[in-house]
């Protein structure tokens, strides 16, 4: 079984930059592929990127490619997302998840444990 906790959200101007933070932890997290979604109030669960368990490969959405980044370091069970050139449209609650799998999904039920989420607030 793993749990996954977000960190780093907040307020930021647009055009400003923020990291996010998914600390993992279980015995077989190494071998989890990771996901981050979003959520916008009145908006379906979005994805956003993913990772698989090794960290070769790397998946990002077409609304944040080139802006958004996603990283793992397996050593300290720790995935980020790096969210550069931010704009009010990405405002969201922004959710980190575990699937056991070592390959990534796009779909929110492919997942199965799920971070509490963190607000990402991007101002004009």
């Known amino acids: 079984q793993a749990q996954v906790v977000e960190s780093g959200g907040g307020l930021v101007q647009a055009g400003g930059s923020l990291r996010l933070s998914c600390a993992a932890s279980?015995?077989?997290?190494?071998?989890?592929?990771m996901g981050w979604f979003r959520q916008a109030p009145g908006k379906e669960r979005e994805f956003v990127g993913g990772i698989s368990w090794s960290g070769g490969r790397t998946y990002v959405a077409d609304s944040v490619k080139g802006r958004f980044t996603i990283s793992r370091d397996n050593g300290k069970n720790t995935v980020y997302l790096q969210m550069n050139s931010l704009k009010p449209e990405d405002t969201a609650v922004y959710y980190c998840?575990?699937?056991?799998?070592?390959?990534?999904?796009?779909?929110?039920?492919?997942?199965?444990?799920w971070g509490q989420g963190t607000q990402v607030t991007v101002s004009s």
């Open positions: 998840a575990a699937r056991n799998s070592i390959s990534v999904g796009t779909r929110s039920p492919e997942y199965d444990y």
């Open positions: 279980g015995r077989t997290f190494s071998r989890y592929a």
